[in-house]
């Protein structure tokens, strides 16, 4: 572990901390922004979601952009330039005057936001031994998540034009870092050998049992969003009338990104200590599906009962940082950055389809019953892709992927 190797996880983690709290800090001012934007209850929840499937579909197409890039361009360039995309889209956002406006800054910061963290975690796992990686990636989860806790307070004690000038204050900030940051020793290797492709991203398709690969790590990862886009961001929605006084949405954030950093955590040090990545994810699929169904059916009756079960939540959707590392390490170097930042961000923008079967219940049944009906769905599907997955754990990255 170098001293390059230890700037190289800082940038990344702090790079993951402001990206979070970017993300995340539309779903705390929603309200608040949409209210001063003159939107009356029912405007606020269709404008809230078709805000959110922009910044999510700007996800999808930065996740690709960035992901071919870095493959082509080295992981540290993406970094940085995708730190400055959403730092000015930050800015923007507090200036914005209508939905409109919103709309089209939320896309643009969703696609800055696409780059950070695959580009972090390749250039962090490239750099550090085989024994060590997974610490790296769970260091860079379970401290980046935290962004999401200082949106949450921040969003809280600023009016929510401030709390956009802060995030892209801290990003710019953060630029800063990128002096003594090295690249890849892999990459720059490989980007040498002129017979190799570089960020071929159709590469993927070519070979069934690759395209699989690539496939059940997104699957695997869909509830991760549907937890928090849905029964988090939504949670005034989803318990307006049945629980008095209705839940906050910045305080339930809160407490379920509290949770995803404890999990996180735990998740990392369980794949450390059990040598696999395939494991700790389905335990905390498995756990998370039961607490999800309690969420949606139990009859809570205080908003703290709430935010204790969103806390559980986020604890068993904490395996993010282990499901990332296990998809970067499933792929050759000339492919790996452009799989583990378009995994993740195909998996934040499954989030629109999870809203699309979420409003498509909603014709048949009430709204916290359709998250339910949805969530089983999702569910479903993530614990099917987990059992596929393949073992990665301590596994050599110095390989390409071939035809």
């Known amino acids: 572990m170098t001293r390059q190797t230890w700037l190289a996880v800082l940038v990344a983690t702090l790079g993951y901390f402001v990206d979070i709290y ?4 539309f779903s705390v001012v929603r309200e608040a922004s949409l209210t001063d934007l003159g939107y009356d209850t029912q405007a606020r929840l269709r404008y809230g979601v078709l805000l959110l499937n922009l910044q999510m579909v700007g996800m999808l197409l930065g996740g690709l952009l960035w992901g071919i890039l870095a493959d082509r ?6 970094l940085f330039a995708s730190i400055l995309t959403y730092s000015v889209a930050n800015f923007a956002n507090g200036f914005v005057e209508s ?3 919103y709309g089209v800054w939320r896309f643009i910061a969703g696609i800055g936001l696409a780059g950070e963290l695959g580009a972090g975690v390749t250039l962090v796992a490239e750099l550090m031994p085989p024994h060590l990686r997974g610490w790296g990636t769970t260091i860079i989860a379970t401290i980046g998540i935290l962004g999401a806790v200082a949106a949450s307070l921040v969003g809280e004690l600023f009016p929510w034009r401030t709390a ?6 801290m990003g710019l900030m953060l630029l800063v870092l990128r002096i003594g940051v090295s690249e890849s020793g892999l990459f720059t290797r490989l980007r040498q050998e002129a017979h190799v492709p570089l960020g071929d991203f159709f590469q993927i ?3 069934r049992e690759r395209f699989l690969r690539y496939l059940y790590a997104i699957l695997a990862g869909v509830p991760i969003w549907y937890v928090i886009g849905i029964l988090i961001t939504f949670a005034p929605d989803l318990f307006r009338g049945r629980v008095e006084p209705t839940p906050r949405a910045s305080q339930a954030i809160l407490y379920a990104y509290i949770g995803l950093s404890v999990g996180d955590l735990a998740a990392g040090i369980l794949s450390q200590v059990l040598r696999s990545r395939k494991r700790p ?3 905390w699929l498995a756990a998370a599906l039961a607490l999800s169904v309690a969420y949606t059916l139990l009859p809570l009756r205080t908003p703290e009962t709430v935010y204790a079960l969103g806390l559980l939540l986020g604890i068993f959707s904490g395996y993010w940082a282990v499901l990332i590392t296990s998809a970067a390490e499933q792929f050759g170097t000339n492919l790996r950055a452009t799989v583990a930042t378009s995994v993740p961000n195909w998996i934040r923008g499954s989030l629109v389809l999870s809203t699309l079967l979420w409003q498509a219940f909603q014709a048949v049944l009430p709204l916290h019953l359709s998250a339910f009906a949805a969530g089983l769905v ?3 599907i993530a614990l099917w892709a987990a059992m596929q997955l393949r073992e990665t754990f301590g596994a050599s990255l110095e390989f390409v992927e071939e035809g």
Do not use: A, K, P
Request: aromatic share 18%.
């Open 99 to 101: 939905v409109y406006g």
């Open 378 to 380: 999702v569910y479903g």
């Open 22 to 25: 970017d993300l995340i800090l």
């Open 281 to 283: 994810v389905q335990l």
């Open 205 to 207: 398709f070519r070979r």
């Open 73 to 78: 361009r080295g992981r540290l360039s993406v």
């Open 164 to 169: 956009y000038f802060i995030g892209g204050g």
